[in-house]
């Protein structure tokens, strides 16, 4: 979500004249979109921001801004601890971000800007895409959830869900302009509806994006365990342009544990969506979240998170260690678990996960693939001249094209080929073997003709005006380009998808 809240950024950025600066040079402006679930982030960003110090220092004239969900968390802490930042903006007034630059520079004093409610809903901001094939689409933000842990709704705001109609709307356009491939947004989606007064209108959104034409890949994050209906599971298995992948956070195996986090399923449950889904589609890779060392974690529960590891035999999890957050309810709980304790729990579930997810993918060899190629997904990429994608579950595949179709711009991000896996790895596989078919795509064409225009990978889209959201941990700069500053903002090289690894 912070990804293409960065997306969002950048495009409100570029509409307003700025230009993104080429990798390695130095940049007008830096935003940072940060993130505050984990403890971690806020280390990560004052680190960065004492990096960026020397450089504001030789350039006084540089902006720095800060936006997105620490932001809205720390305030005036920001300036407080690094002076020289320009802008901080928060989660509800993302679209204010060019306004406050400019009057950060016009009045040359530092703007702190927080709104407490949502302004305007980011996605009728422009957004500068990060990929031509593979795009986000949000169908609601904040959450109406308490989960114990959980910083989120303190941070972005109860759930607000947009219209159906619009987002078919962005689906649409976004295929028109070349998307293969779409993802679904919200901290739950299975509530989606819910504030519209029709709880069932997820599973008809999903069944509304099977008849986009062009639309190949549909998918969606993150659904929660105690919404999900069986009639979304119906419209999966029966809308076949919804790829067979599901990633449901389970945070916990422990029924005491979930009780105190406040998630209100217990295993039983889970583990019944993870086999209804099974039935429905047996080749479905399912993935999860969780936390280990939450309060109270006793040995029993975490036996009952690997058992549970085990019994689902996920593709792949986000593992965490259980990071206390300012007013949460968990923060206050008695029953710290020892660090070293959370440790050695986390090595031992993040192992067993290996395990669970070399055997999946192992059990894909010799199993013919259809692959969206994608760029930067490989970093080893240019090394063993592989190419890599994702397949229909989601699953990271490197591939080894050979003869004609080796030849560069033959085979372009966003083409579609199939072939055979040749190995399993426990976070990827590969497909070495002679390529079954190759399709050139709408996407692969938006692909080289932004590459013949010097932007491959980007493009800005959207006439929004305003927006709120925030920005995920990227950086960026800008060179300075036409009349205005040119801009740094991060833009990780994330896709659509569920995790492949932890
Ligand atoms: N809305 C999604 C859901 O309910 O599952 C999850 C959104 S949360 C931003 C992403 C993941 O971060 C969670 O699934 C959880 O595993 C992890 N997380 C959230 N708060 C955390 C905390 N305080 N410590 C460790 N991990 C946390
Ligand atoms: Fe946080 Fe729970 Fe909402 Fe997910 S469902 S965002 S974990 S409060």
Avoid at 77 to 102: K, S
Avoid at 183 to 188: D, K, V
Avoid at 365 to 394: F, H, M, N, P, Y
Wanted: glycine residues 10%; proline residues 6%; contains cysteine.
């Amino acid at each position: 979500m912070n990804v293409h809240d960065s997306e969002r950024l950048a495009g409100l950025l570029e509409s307003a004249g700025y230009v993104p600066v080429a990798e390695g040079s130095d940049a007008d402006i830096v935003v940072f979109n940060t993130c505050a679930v984990r403890e971690n982030a806020d280390n990560r960003l004052y680190g960065n921001l004492g990096h960026l110090y020397p450089a504001k220092k030789k350039n006084p004239a540089m902006q720095i801004a800060v936006g997105g969900c620490l932001a809205q968390k720390d305030r005036s802490v920001i300036r407080d601890r690094a002076p020289w930042v320009d802008v901080v903006f928060g989660t509800h007034n993302l679209h204010r971000l060019p306004v406050l630059l400019e009057r950060a520079r016009h009045n040359a004093a530092a703007q702190v800007e927080i709104a407490e409610a949502l302004e305007v809903f980011p996605s009728s901001l422009p957004a500068r895409r990060a990929s031509q094939h593979s795009a986000w689409v949000s169908i609601s933000v904040g959450c109406d959830n308490t989960c114990t842990f959980c910083i989120v709704p303190s941070l972005r705001g109860g759930e607000r869900d947009r219209r159906p109609g619009d987002v078919l709307a962005e689906v649409e356009a976004l295929v028109a302009e070349g998307a293969l491939e779409i993802t679904l947004l919200g901290q739950n989606v299975n509530s989606y509806g819910r504030s519209l007064g029709d709880p069932g209108a997820f599973a008809r959104l999903l069944r509304a994006c099977g008849r986009v034409e062009g639309l190949e890949r549909v998918r969606f994050t993150s659904p929660h365990p105690r919404d999900f209906t069986d009639d979304v599971i119906e419209a999966m298995a029966l809308t076949p342009n919804v790829c067979p992948q599901l990633h449901m956070p389970l945070q916990s195996g422990s029924d005491a544990v979930l009780r105190r986090m406040r998630r209100s399923y217990r295993r039983d449950r889970f583990l019944g969506i993870v086999e209804r889904v099974r039935a429905a589609m047996p080749d479905a890779a399912i993935t999860t979240d969780i936390i280990v060392g939450f309060p109270g974690e006793t040995e029993a529960d975490f036996a009952d998170t690997l058992d549970l590891v085990r019994t689902a035999r996920f593709a792949g999890a986000f593992t965490f260690k259980y990071s206390p957050r300012p007013g949460t309810p968990a923060a206050e709980m008695d029953g710290e678990v020892d660090p070293a304790v959370v440790s050695e729990r986390y090595e031992r579930l993040a192992s067993l996960q290996d395990e669970m997810s070399w055997a999946g993918n192992r059990a894909q060899v010799g199993r013919q693939v259809e692959i969206l190629v994608s760029e930067g997904e490989g970093r080893k990429d240019s090394e063993t001249g592989r190419l890599s994608g994702r397949a229909r579950d989601g699953r990271l595949v490197h591939l080894l094209v050979t003869g004609p179709h080796a030849e560069d711009g033959v085979v372009r991000p966003g083409d579609v080929i199939e072939t055979v896996v040749t190995r399993g790895a426990p976070h990827h596989l590969t497909a070495d073997g002679p390529l079954l078919s190759h399709r050139r795509t709408r996407a692969g064409d938006a692909w080289e003709a932004a590459r013949s225009r010097g932007a491959a990978g980007d493009r800005t889209t959207g006439e929004g005006t305003a927006g709120d959201g925030t920005a995920g941990e990227g950086t960026a700069g800008a060179a300075a380009g036409a009349g205005r500053p040119a801009v740094a903002l991060g833009m990780p090289t994330m896709r659509p998808s569920s995790p492949a690894s932890r």
